[in-house]
Each structure stands twice: as C-alpha cells, then as structure tokens.
Nanobody, 121 residues
C-alpha cells in the first residue's frame, strides 16, 4: 500500500521560510516523478513544483526563485524549501507521485493528505 506523509508545515510570518518533507512508503519511488501541489480555501488545487527521478525540476512561475524542490531517493523523500513566503500562499500543501517525467502533466497517481502552511501578514 502506497503512503505519502507530509510534514513541516506551520505558521510563519510573511517573508519567512519553511521546509516541507514528504516521506513515501509502500514501494521504491526512485524512478518516479514527485511533486508538490497546494490548495487554498475556496480555490482549486494548483501545481507548485515537481522533480524527476534524476532531479530535473519544474516550477510554477509564481514560485520560481523562491521555492526549491529536492529529493533523497535513498530515503524515498521529497522536500520543498520555501523562502520569501507570502500571505496568499497560505494553503494545504500536498505531495504526489506519478510515473514518467512529463512537465505540465498533473495527473498524479498517488497523493498525500497534506500539511497546512499559514503565512501571516
């Protein structure tokens, strides 16, 4: 059974930083694409960042230069370092996994429950 468990969310002031982690279990994900999405109250889920099995990356325009996605295949874990956070980025952040590296495709196979990130002004 595949499980994705996010951690690292919390409350941070605008301009601050957080590092999210997502631990995957149930299979080896070293050959899979791992991604981060977020959903704010009353809004649709939106793509944040993705990383391929060999660390190619793809970011939403809104987070380029501020967020960094990385992975540790030995630990089946993906990370999202978020800097210069803005209040409008308050959301539940979820990680997801899919096979294949297709930047711009958001039909992921497995999803975590998410971790809340709140950015105060």
């Amino acid at each position: 059974q595949v499980q994705l468990v996010e951690s690292g969310g919390g409350l941070v002031q605008a301009g601050g930083s957080l590092r999210l982690s997502c631990a995957a279990s149930g299979r080896t994900f070293s050959s899979y694409t791992m991604g981060w999405f977020r959903q704010a109250p009353g809004k649709e889920r939106e793509f944040v960042a993705a990383i391929s099995w060999n660390s190619d990356t793809h970011y939403a325009e809104s987070v380029k230069g501020r967020f960094t996605i990385s992975r540790d295949n030995a630990k089946n874990t993906v990370y999202l370092q978020m800097n210069s956070l803005k209040p409008e980025e308050t959301a539940v952040y979820c990680c997801a996994v899919r096979s294949g590296w297709v930047p711009g495709r958001y039909d992921y196979d497995y999803w975590g429950q998410g971790t809340q990130v709140t950015v105060s002004s």
